[in-house]
């Protein structure tokens, strides 16, 4: 026999096999092979037994070929054996040498983990990549395959489905007739199990991936592992996250390991883990389920991945609880936001800066040319957009007086870079209502900063949050929630651009009223319901939100918009269902020119003639912009 454990294993196994291929030449043989061999000495004189007892069936539709057995001494399921494994074995008992599992596919912290785990006595056990990574390191490691005596298959498909594994780490130590079910089929206790998955997400998620090479990524035996370590937390400690490696590592240094707490942390963690994948390979099992097109049917099921990206101090208001999720769904991959913005600079984003940001941005997004938004309360208060080849200066300070009054505290989001002669306006400007005040915002958010820029933006306040994000995609979903559900539907992305503007009136707008009538239903689009906007030369002069009936709101967008209400257009984000002595004569009669409307009212006509009596066009654009 060779001196080390495993050299005598590995002989030992061969020997085995062979002595059983020999004695299987003869059908109604039956033999009782006992072997002992000894431990070097830096074992302790330690020794190993292994029992074995082999019979061959008698029937001749049984293949009597040589049985495999197992590193640990036992065959496969040809051999019932009867085996008291050595601590230094593969298969090591649970009063022996612990054991640690280690499969990864993000090696991150991976010399970290077994260096710790080395020094405090764990025998590491490993598979493919991550064994050769951990030799190539220099470290001792028992491959998976001498563990099963079975050798990786199929592909890779299997290679840890085995009772040689899955019995190490679902046995239950306090349990005699579980720890006795181990010894018998000469099975060791895995005590230490750190897996993550094959890369799914970040596989299908890059461009033009084969359908194949996506179901070749969903892993089975690392979420069998994960699911069956965080089952048996009691005594498994499992890992699946690199950030948790040192304090794992020192719970075991201090022999603090058997925390029920920090124990079922983990297991809440690594069911996350694997629930979180799962949800991903749904997602696109779904999408994909028919060859060559991708279905857009809302599936019967839905699971919504939500990674922790910040606690919040409270909610919306002082009392309430709050937190700030990332959504991980693969149709969120890519598709820009509020949500995966960068903050340079100020305070930490609260629950409500979070609402008005995202209400800014998707406003500002909408738009091709350059333009400012301003919000306050997730409604647009002020928006302006100026030529592809004009400076920003004059959007913003355009959008600031539509309402300044509302602007103070408000959100200003851009859709083109913020430089050095922008940041400084926004810096010094004033308030229009008293030129004295300075303006005081609390967010910038733009897609990017110059230097200078970003360094004078900085110097206005301490406080200023200044967010970097990139543009809201479109052909998104909408989720809210309900008491008890969720409301799931299609983003709204209905530009002008897909739609008529159809004139319905004997009179015809000019090419300039119709684009300060796109202008101002685009904006209207961004306003809470009852919304009606003014607007004029691409930029908005007062809006009317939230009120329970438009007359309200049209009053006070007219007021807001003031004598420059004269010639401007005004756009409403549902049909009029009154005209005469309503809000589509009180238009007329404060000089706007031309009025957008979806239109679908069973008083249409009354609409169309009261704008005929006034000389006012109107275009219906047979869509409606609820927004509550």
Known sequence: MAATSRGSLSLLSLNLSSSLASASSHP????????????????????????????LSTSPSVTTGAPRVLASGTANASLAPAVSPSPSS??????????ALISLSDKRNLELL????????????????TATALEKAGFSVTRVEELTSFPEMLDGRVKTLHPAVHGGILARRDMQAHLEALQQHGIGTIDVVVVNLYPFYSTVTSSSVEFETGVENIDIGGPSMIRAAAKNHKDVIVAVDPDDYPEILGKLQSDDDGDSSFRRRLAW??????????????????????????????????????????????????HQRAAFYE???????????????????????????????????????????PTCVVVKHTNPCGVASVGPNQGLLEAYRLAVRADPVSAFGGIVAFNVEVDETLAREIREFRSPTDGETRMFYEIVVAPSYTEKGLEILKGKSKTLRILKAEHTKKGRRSLRQIGGGWLLQDSDDKTPEDLGFRVVTSKVPTLELVDDAQFAWLCCKHVKSNAIVVAKDNRMLGMGSGQPNRVKSLQIALEKA??????????????????????VEDACKAGVKVIAQPGGSMRDQDAIDCCNKYGVAMLFTEVRHFRH
């Open 28 to 55: 109604q043989s039956r033999c009782s092979l006992s072997m002992a061999t000894s431990r070097s000495s830096h074992l302790g004189g330690a020794r190993v037994l292994l029992s074995v007892k082999h019979r």
């Open 90 to 99: 593969p298969g090591a008992s649970s009063q022996g040498a612990k054991q």
């Open 114 to 129: 077994a260096k710790g785990l080395e020094d405090l006595g764990y025998k590491l056990v490993s598979t493919g990549g």
């Open 269 to 318: 963690k690594a069911f996350q883990h694997a629930s979180s994948y799962d949800s991903a390979v749904a997602e696109w099992l779904w999408k994909h389920q028919r060859d060559g097109e991708e279905t857009t049917e809302f599936p019967p099921s839905l699971t919504v991945p939500l990674s922790l990206k910040q606690k919040l101090r409270y909610g919306e208001n002082p």
């Open 327 to 369: 959504d991980k769904s693969l149709c969120e991959f890519g598709a820009g936001g509020i949500a995966t913005s960068v903050q340079y600079h100020g305070k930490e984003m609260s629950y409500n800066n979070y609402l008005d940001a995202d209400a800014a941005w998707n406003c500002v997004c909408e738009f091709n040319n």
């Open 562 to 583: 003031g004598e420059e209400a004269k010639g401007a257009a005004l756009a409403s984000d549902a049909f009029f269902p009154f005209a005469w002595n309503d809000a």
